[in-house]
């Protein structure tokens, strides 16, 4: 059974601009995402200032820094440090076997809005989450985002602590969403202080035939819903 998630407070338009601004600001900074920079910073200016400022801050520090050292600090901040993964499913499963289902899941998701992802990512990436939000599904793009909000909440206070550029575009994110509730806050909590699961025992079921999320084939038994994260702390 599904969640039931409360309404977006914010208009149609307005989420998926600042959904899609955050996407690519938390891109690899390459050639073609400072190309895009302006068309980031005009978008920005139809958010009201709690989304619009933070993303606009980030656009300032990538046009200010040179590329490579934009691009170091980048794999610094977001291939190097746990609390900083842009992974959603990392936070609720760590490196362990649950983590290939609920990535599964993520896949699912996805095709019910006939979107097909290609094997350049894992679905669970944040970047790939808010592209399909802005641009498929907002309903079950947002669904995806509440469902894993402690695990976005730590990435947002673990990069607003270190005073990394790239806060401002998960606080714009944090900011679309309806404020926290108690288990929510209890799930932040615990963790921010213990972080992510850290049984290494591989992504397994991911590549397991017997979890193919696809379309069922004539003959064969329909894939089965997979289940919600669980996070430490939550209920």
Same mark, same amino acid.
């Given at each position: 059974?599904?969640?039931?998630?409360?309404?977006?407070?914010?208009?149609?338009?307005?989420?998926?601009?600042? =959904?899609?601004?955050?996407?690519?600001?938390?891109?690899?900074?390459?050639?073609?995402?400072?190309?895009?920079?302006?068309?980031?910073?005009?978008?920005?200016?139809?958010?009201?200032?709690?989304?619009?400022?933070?993303?606009?801050?980030?656009?300032?520090?990538?046009?200010?820094?040179?590329?490579?050292?934009?691009?170091?600090?980048?794999?610094?901040?977001?291939?190097?440090?746990?609390?900083?993964?842009?992974?959603?499913?990392?936070?609720?499963?760590?490196?362990?076997?649950?983590?290939?289902?609920?990535?599964?899941?993520?896949?699912?998701?996805?095709?019910?809005?006939?979107?097909?992802?290609?094997?350049?990512?894992?679905?669970?990436?944040?970047?790939?989450?808010?592209?399909?939000?802005?641009?498929?599904?907002?309903?079950?793009? =947002?669904?995806?985002?509440?469902?894993?909000?402690?695990?976005?909440?730590?990435?947002?206070?673990?990069?607003?602590?270190?005073?990394?550029? =790239?806060?401002?575009?998960?606080?714009?994110?944090?900011?679309?969403?309806?404020?926290?509730?108690?288990?929510?806050?209890?799930?932040?909590?615990?963790?921010?202080?213990?972080?992510?699961?850290?049984?290494?025992?591989?992504?397994?079921?991911?590549?397991?035939?017997?979890?193919?999320?696809?379309?069922?084939?004539?003959?064969?038994?329909?894939?089965?819903?997979?289940?919600?994260?669980?996070?430490?702390?939550?209920?």
């Amino acid at each position: 059974m599904s969640r039931k998630h409360p309404r977006p407070a914010l208009p149609p338009s307005q989420l998926s601009v600042a =959904w899609q601004a955050a996407s690519l600001l938390l891109g690899y900074p390459d050639e073609q995402l400072l190309g895009q920079l302006d068309m980031i910073r005009a978008a920005s200016h139809e958010l009201p200032p709690a989304l619009g400022e933070p993303i606009r801050a980030v656009v300032v520090h990538l046009e200010s820094a040179p590329a490579t050292e934009a691009q170091a600090e980048y794999v610094e901040t977001f291939d190097t440090r746990r609390r900083n993964s842009l992974f959603m499913t990392y936070f609720a499963h760590g490196d362990t076997r649950k983590r290939g289902v609920a990535l599964l899941r993520f896949k699912q998701t996805y095709l019910r809005s006939g979107f097909v992802l290609d094997d350049t990512e894992l679905p669970d990436h944040l970047c790939v989450v808010l592209e399909y939000a802005a641009t498929i599904d907002r309903q079950l793009g =947002w669904g995806l985002l509440l469902d894993h909000r402690a695990g976005l909440e730590l990435l947002r206070m673990s990069l607003r602590d270190a005073g990394s550029p =790239w806060a401002g575009a998960v606080e714009a994110v944090s900011a679309t969403l309806p404020p926290l509730r108690g288990d929510e806050v209890d799930a932040v909590r615990r963790l921010a202080a213990e972080g992510p699961p850290e049984e290494e025992v591989g992504l397994t079921p991911y590549a397991t035939p017997g979890f193919d999320p696809g379309p069922a084939v004539p003959g064969l038994e329909a894939p089965q819903p997979l289940p919600m994260p669980s996070f430490p702390g939550a209920r």
